[in-house]
């Protein structure tokens, strides 16, 4: 099968930093090698950052944050940056859509439509800037005097960023991190390091304040470095729920802030009333979505035991027709996944899976017809106990797991037995029975009919799936400080 060959890569200097303010070569010749998921072949290959440039980004941002302007702008200066970056973003939508599926398998036309998102996350944080209760009164409990309280900075923030959706991601982090005038320090991830360096062109191109944001890409033991350096006041984390916890152990040592964005296994709580094909079309067609290496994809179906068969056949029926292949390729509907690891991971859990008694319905191995790409087919597995392996650990692929429930009750049982609550949906005709059950969903996003995660107005995680919210207002607070001022009289006046 032809598979489109790469072009140019359009970034301008993947063999060096943006560190304050300008771009620096690496203190060593380390590079990472950043290989097409299409082709198998190196697509690009960026500087690999060691220790000391971790502690030079780390630096730049601290003196920016400390002495320099950034935080002492008004919020309404900080925002006119903010659209300028929104508009610059915009400008760079097809070299995002000429990179991300290289990296990740995305389809390239969901690249274009996904960006989008990230423009608009630029621009609301801007307007944020004129709504937001940065200050505001407070009545003092002793009596007399005047309190307010004042919502400054955290300070300098070390914002690390997975491969899946890294554009979208660094949006949600550095956007309402520059609004509240902290300083950054993104360290990118070393399988998608392009949209890093997109933003770090972007900050020089916008005239961003030296040392406002940082870039660096670093593998895992590099990156702990950012984690531990006492001069990074906040760490925000996307990823999995393993790392996250590390991340976790190191700042409550050093009583460091930090925000989680972790691993999901997502319940689709499916009632006796629903319309189990058009159920089975929109959970498929969103398994689709990136490969389904999304964390908070639907990927436990619960469904009356009763209509278990008819779902299993659904979702076996609609993956059957899913056109599997070149992301660049407008009829293709699902691209490869992003690494060999990833393709080894699913096709393991499809053994385990088959091992552990499920009825393999559709899928479990890889397309014909490819001699190269990371591609599988779309999976089901129908009879799942959600006891079993499958039904319990992340998979990050496109793999469904059909779990029959006894009755509506067993259903949300199940739907909460898990050690992960990052995302859900009920299924039902009745909006009101989709509010009942989904109060009793222990999941930080409940959709109806469908997954309906917003990081518009805001993302995460009950249990182990992550502690904070990104997206939102919700998403701002954690990059803000509550000052309480008590003074004796009003400022310009009397109390």
């Not at 390729?329 to 499920?358: F, H, K, N």
């Not at 079993?388 to 029959?404: D, K, N």
Request: hydrophobic share 45%; proline share 5%; aromatic share 8%.
């Amino acid at each position: 099968m032809d598979i489109t060959t790469a072009g140019a890569v359009p970034l301008d200097r993947p063999d060096e930093f943006y560190i304050g303010g300008r771009w620096v070569a690496p203190t060593s010749s380390d590079t990472i090698d950043v290989v097409d998921s299409v082709t198998e072949q190196v697509y690009f290959s960026v500087a690999e950052a060691r220790n000391a440039d971790i502690a030079a980004a780390v630096g730049a941002a601290r003196a920016a944050f400390d002495d320099g302007p950034w935080p002492r702008m008004t919020h309404g200066q900080r925002a006119e940056y903010l659209r300028a970056i929104a508009s610059a973003v915009e400008d760079r939508v097809e070299d995002v859509a000429q990179i991300w599926p290289r990296e990740s398998g995305i389809l390239a036309g969901a690249a274009r439509a996904a960006m989008g998102e990230v423009t608009g996350a630029y621009s609301y944080y801007a307007e944020l800037a004129a709504s937001f209760p940065f200050e505001e009164p407070a009545t003092p409990s002793g009596g007399g005097g005047y309190g307010t309280i004042v919502r400054e900075p955290v300070g300098v923030v070390g914002a690390i960023i997975p491969w899946n959706v890294p554009m979208t991601l660094i949006a949600y982090k550095l956007a309402p991190a520059l609004l509240a005038g902290c300083t950054v320090v993104l360290k990118a991830s070393p399988e998608a390091p392009g949209a890093a360096l997109i933003m770090a062109e972007i900050a020089e191109q916008v005239g961003l304040p030296a040392g406002v944001l940082n870039v660096v890409t670093a593998d895992r033991e590099v990156s702990e470095t950012l984690v531990r350096d006492p001069r990074v006041d906040k760490i925000t984390f996307t990823g999995s729920t393993a790392a996250g916890k590390a991340i976790a152990g190191i700042m409550t040592e050093r009583v460091g802030r930090f925000t989680l964005e972790l691993g999901g296994k997502s319940a689709a709580v499916v009632l006796d009333d629903a319309d189990i094909a058009e159920a089975a079309r929109v959970l498929a067609g969103a398994e689709c979505f990136l490969t389904g290496q999304i964390c908070g994809s639907l990927t436990r179906i619960i469904v009356p035991r009763h209509r278990h068969d008819e779902m299993v056949e659904g979702l076996a029926d609609a993956f059957s027709q899913v056109r599997v292949g070149d992301p660049f390729d407008p009829a293709v509907q699902m691209g490869p996944l992003a690494t060999e690891r990833q393709r080894e991971r699913v096709e393991g859990y499809v053994e385990i899976g088959l091992s552990e008694g499920a009825t393999l319905a559709a899928g479990g191995g890889r397309p014909a017809g490819f001699d190269r790409g990371w591609f599988v087919e779309p999976t089901v597995f129908g009879n799942v106990d959600n006891s079993w392996r499958i039904a319990q650990e992340e998979i990050f692929g496109p793999v469904l797991t059909v779990i029959p429930a006894k009755d509506e009750q067993d259903a949300i049982r199940i739907a909460n037995d898990s050690i992960y609550g990052l995302n859900a949906s009920v299924f039902t005709r009745d909006v009101d029975k989709a509010l009942a059950v989904g109060r009793q969903l222990r999941a930080g996003t409940v959709g109806h009919n469908d997954n309906r995660a917003d990081f518009g107005i805001g993302f995460g995680g009950f249990k182990q799936s992550g502690i904070g919210r990104e997206g939102g207002v919700a998403g701002l607070l954690p990059y803000l400080e509550n000052k309480t001022m008590v003074l004796e009289d009003k400022p310009g006046g009397s109390a």
